[in-house]
């Protein structure tokens, strides 16, 4: 069972030379929700005494992330990762605790804070809806101050990277759901912000335009030094983007440390697959580790990570094996049952 | 926020953002066109006004002081200071706050009220056309009631349209910040609604209503939205001088209420629907 990261001490000082860019420091984020019964009683009753309940949204969050750094932000829906982009970028103010971003007070919104940093939320978008993408463009560049040259320069680049063409011409209406995604990320971008909070940028999207708006933000990383913090459903934008990630669950923080690392924090056991050259009866593979699957010749144990060299050589040795696999249980399949199983609760 | 823009920054921004909202309000020509069109109210007011002096009026103590020549010339003016004093940023805004739309504006270095502006200003040179051919028309069909302001009247009536839209425009982003807190702000729209439609001239000339009220108007925004830039454009008597000093007064006064309105609303945004 995992504990929450304790939150104080404060977070550990990076051994990096350089500064973190992102700092959360015990934040904090409740709601006042007005309650409110079904039925004509519970209407007049909402009307005459209105009552309120205090919903925690995020409870003592703290973090670090360096320059250049792509996280992963994960949990389950509500589980405060969307309150906690808001924090950050300043949308909403903390109930508690700070967080400071390119060195500003996010919530004071200043004028260097609001060019350092960008949001993508998923299907929410900035574009005009009946403009051709280039008109959106054309406001954000004066908007932030850029020159007509050097904006021309930026979209063709992201124009580029992210392979948009005609599109950007025509109505953003008459574009697909990925077309848009990634006239989304160009306007996002426009300003070269320093971070990206990006908040299920692949939402909707099919599986080719997944992949090339994932491609496009390790590109984006690479030539900008952009930092990243991510969020989303899909543990193939997670894997293939975040070397470190966040796992948040009712508000709490649970896990801070590498995606590798995840693995081993959730399940301290790894999946032995062998191929035998005939059935065995169940029973005969108790004393190496959890049987979790039997198929005729082919069997699957579950491990403990500990013992696993020592299991493997009796295996090797006791029973007649034709293959034998070592492998980690896949991320999603882990986190999957982490959340429908409260393991973190 | 911390959003003070250099002059020329803020120039170009002003000429993109006009340029792209005109765009956009070309999109929807023919809607504003309609919108243009179903703003005839003053015009039906004409009606039944010249039905009452036709009828004697003034003789029974109408008060207008107004020949029937002056009354149309009034009610034109009446339209077209309408049409270019709309404002709908309560409900624009509205919209942009509960679908989320908010949080990306409100993300960049920009105040997003001068989204709204640029929007209202874009949407009133759409309009211009449209309301140039209904004037044409009006005199066609009320060749009496011709006669052009001279140049000074018209540049006063102009500047005189600019400051009710921007008391208009200020009083409703006043409303509009209440999203912040109440999410239906636009009910309360409609309570202000009532005495703008009676105060400003829009349905009848100030000068119908008992001193009293004519009194009591004079110290609310709204005879000055409609009624002044009405008489200033029908070339009749009115007060210059105190008109635009109360306009810059109401200016002077809601322009920090609004900022004022604006650090506290956000303060408690919560970015729904974001």
């Known amino acids: 069972m995992l504990v929450p990261v304790p939150s104080a001490p404060l977070p550990p000082v990076p051994q990096t030379p350089s500064e973190p860019i992102v700092v959360a420091r015990g934040l904090c984020k409740t709601f006042r929700v007005a309650e409110k019964q079904p039925g004509l009683g519970g209407t007049l009753r909402h009307f005459l005494r209105r009552r309120h309940r205090d919903v925690p949204a995020v409870t003592d969050v703290s973090f670090t992330i360096q320059p250049g750094e792509i996280v992963g932000f994960l949990g389950p829906n509500g589980a405060g990762k969307t309150t906690t982009l808001k924090m950050l970028t300043g949308l909403i103010h903390p109930t508690a605790g700070s967080a400071t971003v390119a060195g500003h007070t996010p919530h004071r919104r200043q004028r260097g804070f609001l060019e350092a940093i960008t949001l993508v939320m998923g299907q929410k978008q900035q574009l005009i809806w009946d403009l051709p993408p280039l008109d959106s463009l054309r406001v954000n560049a004066a908007v932030y101050g850029l020159d007509d040259t050097e904006a021309r320069r930026r979209i063709d680049e992201l124009a580029e990277m992210l392979e948009l063409g005609e599109e950007l011409t025509r109505p953003v209406r008459k574009l697909s759901l990925g077309q848009r995604m990634k006239a989304e990320l160009m306007a996002a971008l426009l300003h070269r912000p320093a971070v990206l909070f990006l908040d299920e940028p692949s939402l909707g999207l099919d599986v080719n335009a997944q992949a090339r708006v994932r491609q496009f933000l390790v590109d984006y990383n690479r030539r900008t030094g952009a930092t990243v913090l991510l969020t989303s459903h899909y543990m193939a934008d997670i894997t293939a983007l975040c070397p470190r990630v966040l796992l948040i669950h009712g508000g709490r923080l649970f896990y801070d440390g590498r995606l590798a690392g995840l693995s081993e924090r959730l399940a301290p056991w790894r999946q032995v697959r062998l191929e035998l050259a005939q059935p065995l009866p169940a029973e005969t593979f108790h004393s190496y580790g959890e049987l979790e699957s039997l198929d005729g010749a082919e069997v699957r144990l579950l491990i403990p990570r500990q013992r696993l060299t020592e299991v493997v050589a009796r295996l090797l040795n006791e029973l007649p094996v034709l293959d034998l696999e070592v492998s980690d249980p896949p991320i999603e399949e882990l986190i999957g049952r982490l959340f429908r199983q409260g393991v973190v609760a | ?274």
């Open chain 2, 1 to 274: 926020m911390s959003t003070r823009l250099s002059l020329a920054r803020g120039l170009r921004i002003a000429r993109v953002l006009l340029s792209t909202q005109y765009a956009y309000m070309l999109e929807y020509r023919a809607e504003i066109a309609l919108w243009a069109l179903s703003g005839v109210l003053p015009f039906i007011m004409l009606g039944v006004w010249s039905a009452a002096l036709a009828a004697g009026g003034d003789d029974a103590g109408l008060g207008l002081g107004l020949s029937q020549a002056e009354l149309a010339r009034y009610f034109l003016g009446a339209f077209i200071a309408r049409q270019f004093t709309v404002v709908w940023v309560v409900w624009a805004f509205e919209e942009d706050s509960l679908a989320g739309r908010l949080s990306p504006y409100l993300l960049q270095p920009l105040q997003p009220l001068w989204r709204y502006v640029a929007a209202h200003l874009a949407e009133q040179a759409t309009r211009l056309p449209f309301v140039a051919v209904i004037a044409a028309l009006f005199f066609l069909l009320q060749p009496a009631a011709f006669a052009l302001p001279s140049p000074g009247r018209f540049l006063l009536a102009v500047l005189a349209i600019w400051l009710a839209f921007a008391i208009h425009f200020l009083l409703q982003s006043l409303i509009a910040i209440l999203c912040f807190w109440s999410e239906r702000a636009q009910a309360l729209e409609r309570l202000l609604f009532i005495p703008y439609l009676f105060l400003s001239g829009l349905v009848a000339p100030l000068a119908a209503f008992p001193p009293g009220v004519r009194q009591v108007a004079f110290f609310t925004p709204f005879p000055h939205m409609i009624g002044f830039p009405a008489q200033l454009l029908a070339g009749l008597e009115v007060s210059i001088a105190s008109s635009f000093a109360a306009m810059a007064g109401w200016i002077a006064l809601l322009l920090p209420l609004t900022a004022l309105a604006w650090r506290a609303g956000v303060r408690r945004y919560t970015a729904m629907g974001a």
